[in-house]
């Protein structure tokens, strides 16, 4: 116990210390520029509010970015210029080609799986009585780290050789059902499969949340009146309701597309990229971490990039437009 | 409200019955909530037990123990975790504080001048803080590794000096706020820009300046946005895997509990045990988070996708 405490509370102290600092350094400067007066008044604040985060996107984001886009040309201490040749080793490197198969697969099966999912869960949570529990419980994985439900799920996809207890629920309801548990994890291209399942596990209740928020938002008036009219039904959702969700049915779809392109630790858990499952956002980590090449690791980033970038200016496009109506 | 009495008086606005509907969600809760439910359980088991019973069955033939908790969170018998969980929980703690403090303060600030300084160019910053959002984390990690451990070179001049922060706290922290920023200034702004303008030009007309207004009016109106902000950098950094794996070294000494439960999965067997209590030990803290907070974290969600 006293090795305990003479281990932690170096960290505690270090930490209260560190925001102790934090705050007063705030407070000076809060102190110091609120007595500015007159026409310097006004970018001095702006520089007080501003320039922290400002500095911090640069050094932390900005600057970085552009390093490794020029690291994508380089070696892999980069310290010497090679052209496209990092570039040249994607199109040529068959585990390349694998592993960009399997990230298309993640952002096409992913992203509608969860947002479908999630409407139809939203549609009928608004049909029936306390819906609050259901809800809570569907939502409850979002909290849960990937790290956390890759575990989870390891114990549902557990395999024993036959003839021992099988304790993996999916083994145990195969051979329920007649069949043959296998590992499942070593079983191409099903692991691929059985990996996004997780990531469904823990997202879908974040579309689902917020579409069942936007479908309460529907105007009672409006559908009471389609209602009116006769409409009803399906009709009534794909003519009235869906419209009018539409947009976030859309966000719902970006947030799991770019999720499901970055998708790090539940292979990297689960896997560790063997067996044909390794994705890009994994292959990038590894070619930095284990094999030490910041070049391939780099031009793997910028692949990743150019990935969301339809996305980002779609999203530029729709705040500008919300902009100009507001 | 309205919403529901229509569909309770008009049958034909259905698009399920909600005699099915009842079905379908509860039986998707059921199977949603499974998995947790079966390493709940499988973490109470005794080490031998867990390989030979499935825990569906021991539901029906209890002989739970806390030993696995005992040895998983304290250290003791198993080479791998010999001072158990504890002193990573620690960390995350030690990690988690700051990387929700920091980036939260800063991105209130930064949201405020955005939103109530006008300046030039202040439509430009929103826009391309936004479209950093979703910019790959992947995309900064390796310039900034380098620059924690050996400083920012043009030519043979040193710009910038080796923080020689890396493998340390503050080489975390500093990953963490700069990484959160874009996300929640843009949640912030939509908050803080939202308040009400008469107030603001009150309280200037008073003579109150800018450092008077942020802390008097718009610290203690934001406070509900704040707090749903914050309690998802908290999850997030409390979750994350990939900075802690890039900026921590694996030791004792500075990694969080989320990176040495994903270390852990790699042995088999006897792992289990450590395995199903670690995670369950891991998982505790957001699921107490969310469960109290619920409300909170829900608003925070819809903040930044629902107009």
Same mark, same amino acid.
């Given at each position: ?37 007159? #026409? ?25 970015? $552009? ?5 994508? +040309? ?9 052209? +496209? ?10 585990? !390349?080609? /694998?592993?960009?198969?399997? *990230? ?48 989870? %799920? ?16 999916? =083994? ?19 692991? *691929?499969?059985?990996?996004? &399942?997780?990531? !469904? ?40 309701? %869906? ?20 998708? +790090? ?5 689960? *896997? ?21 090449? @910041? ?22 496009? /729709? ?8 | 409200? /309205? ?10 606005? #259905?698009?399920? /019955? ?9 039986? *998707? ?74 980036? $939260? ?16 160019? =202040? ?45 340390? %706290?503050?080489? &975390? ?38 450092? #008077? !207004?942020?802390?008097? $009016? ?14 998802? @950098? ?12 890039? +900026? ?45 907070? @619920? ?13």
């Amino acid at each position: 116990m006293s090795d305990f405490l003479s281990v932690n509370i170096p960290k505690f102290t270090s930490v209260f210390s560190a925001i102790g600092m934090f705050f007063i350094v705030l407070a000076v400067l809060f102190a110091i520029a609120g007595r500015a007066n007159g #026409k310097k008044a006004r970018p001095i604040a702006l520089v007080i509010f501003l320039a922290p985060a400002l500095i911090l996107l640069l050094a932390g984001l900005i600057i970085p970015a $552009i390093r490794t886009f020029l690291f994508s +040309f380089m070696n892999p201490d980069s310290n010497a210029w090679v052209g +496209f040749d990092n570039y040249k080793w994607m199109t040529e490197d068959p585990n !390349v080609k /694998s592993i960009m198969v399997n *990230t298309i697969l993640w952002i096409l099966v992913v992203p509608i799986f969860t947002a479908a999912l999630g409407l139809l869960l939203a549609i009928m949570l608004d049909r029936i009585k306390h819906e609050s529990i259901p809800k809570s419980l569907l939502f409850m994985p979002m909290a849960i780290s990937f790290v956390g439900a890759s575990i989870i %799920f390891k114990f549902v996809y557990e395999y024993s050789e036959p003839g021992e207890a099988q304790i993996g629920l999916l =083994s145990s309801i195969v051979d329920f059902l007649g069949g043959t548990p296998k590992d499942w994890m070593l079983s191409k291209p099903l692991n *691929t499969f059985l990996l996004m &399942i997780i990531y !469904v596990w823990t997202q879908m209740g974040f579309g689902m949340v917020i579409l069942s928020a936007a479908i309460k938002a529907v105007p009672a008036d409006i559908v009471e009146a389609s209602a009116l009219d006769g409409a009803s039904g399906w009709r009534l959702f794909r003519n009235i309701t %869906f419209p009018m969700i539409k947009g976030t049915f859309i966000v719902v779809l970006a947030t799991g597309v770019v999720g499901a392109l970055k998708v +790090f630790d539940i292979v990297r858990t689960m *896997t560790g990229g063997n067996f044909s499952t390794n994705v890009l956002a994994n292959e990038m980590y590894s070619q930095v971490f284990v094999q030490f090449d @910041q070049g391939k690791g780099s031009a793997l980033a910028i692949v990743l990039f150019l990935l969301v970038t339809p996305i980002l200016i779609y999203n530029i496009r /729709s705040l500008r437009m919300e902009r100009s109506h507001s | 409200m /309205s919403n529901l009495k229509i569909a309770n008086h008009n049958p034909g606005r #259905k698009l399920f /019955s909600s005699k099915i509907a009842t079905v379908v969600v509860w039986v *998707t809760t059921v199977i949603w909530t499974i998995p947790t439910l079966g390493l709940l359980v499988t973490s109470f088991k005794a080490d031998k037990d867990i390989l030979n019973e499935p825990w569906w069955v021991s539901l029906f033939n209890p002989h739970f123990t806390l030993s696995s908790y005992k040895s998983v969170f304290f250290g003791g018998d198993t080479e791998s975790l010999s001072n158990g969980v504890l002193p990573y929980f620690v960390n995350s703690i030690v990690i988690t504080l700051p990387a929700t403090i920091f980036p $939260i303060v800063i991105a209130t600030m930064a949201a405020y001048a955005l939103a109530w300084i006008r300046f030039r160019g =202040s439509d430009f910053i929103f826009f391309f803080i936004f479209a950093l959002q979703i910019v790959p984390l992947q995309m900064s990690l390796i310039p900034l590794l380098l620059l924690f451990t050996g400083g920012a070179h043009i030519g043979s001049v040193t710009v910038f000096p080796a923080l020689g922060i890396a493998g340390d %706290f503050a080489g &975390i922290w500093l990953p963490h706020t700069m990484f959160a920023l874009p996300l929640a200034i843009y949640l912030l702004h939509n908050f803080i820009a939202s308040l009400p303008r008469d107030l603001m030009e009150a309280a200037h007309v008073d003579g109150a300046n800018h450092f #008077k !207004v942020f802390r008097m $009016i718009v610290l203690p109106l934001a406070v509900p946005g704040i707090a749903a902000i914050a309690i998802f @950098q908290f999850l997030w950094v409390w979750n994350d895997l990939l900075v802690a794996l890039t +900026f921590a070294s694996g030791t004792e000494e500075v990694a969080p509990i989320n990176s040495k439960l994903a270390s852990l999965v790699g042995q088999y067997g006897s792992g289990y045990t450590q395995l199903s209590a670690g995670a369950f030990i891991t998982i505790a803290v957001p699921l107490i988070v969310f469960f109290s907070l @619920q409300r909170y974290f829900v608003r925070g969600l819809l903040a930044g996708s629902v107009k």
